[in-house]
Every structure is written in structure tokens, then in C-alpha cells.
């Protein structure tokens, strides 16, 4: 298989997710603030983990492709490990 057309594929996917979960983040916070349920605000905090870990690992992806290392052995790392990081 061609190993450029697969990581552009990954990408793809990936890049989808993040639209996807954006757009969902976007809808919720287009709400008052006030008037979210407890749960909506639950998942607008799922929401903001996700979106983490979903660009972390584009960012893995990204680097180990620079550096001629296999893109597909990038994986996504807990929340925990991607909460701490520093922005």
C-alpha cells in the first residue's frame, strides 16, 4: 500500500474528527452559558479533551513523518498527559 496516500487518509480522518467534535463544541457554546444543562457542560469539557488529544496526535503524526519515522506508530495519549501540557 502506498504509505503516502495512507498517512494522508489518517490525516483525513483525523482532521474530520476534529471538525466534527469543533462543530459540536460550536453548537453547544452558542447556548447561553446559563441556560446548559449539567450534562451539556459535562460534554463541552469531554469535548475540550478530545480536541486534545485529537491535535496531539495529528502533531505526532506530523513530527514523526518530518523525521522519516512511521506516522501510523503515533498514538493517542491519555487525557491526563495531554491536559498537562503547556500551551
Known amino acids: ?9 489518517q490525516e483525513s480522518s483525523i482532521l474530520r474528527q476534529i471538525s466534527a467534535l469543533v462543530t459540536e463544541e460550536r453548537d453547544l ?7 446548559l ?3 451539556e ?3 463541552i469539557r469531554a469535548l ?12 505526532q503524526r ?7 519515522q512511521d506516522p501510523g506508530t503515533a498514538a493517542v495519549r491519555p ?3 495531554v491536559e ?3 500551551q
Not at 475540550?48 to 502533531?59: G, K
Open 1 to 9: 500500500m502506498d504509505t503516502m496516500a495512507d498517512t494522508n487518509s
Open 37 to 39: 444543562t449539567p450534562e
Open 41 to 43: 457542560r459535562k460534554r
Open 79 to 81: 487525557a491526563s498527559e
Open 29 to 35: 457554546r452558542e447556548r447561553s452559558e446559563h441556560r
Open 84 to 86: 498537562g501540557y503547556r
Open 62 to 68: 506530523r513530527a514523526r513523518d518530518e523525521f522519516d
Open 48 to 59: 475540550d479533551v478530545e480536541l486534545d488529544q485529537c491535535w496531539d496526535l495529528l502533531r
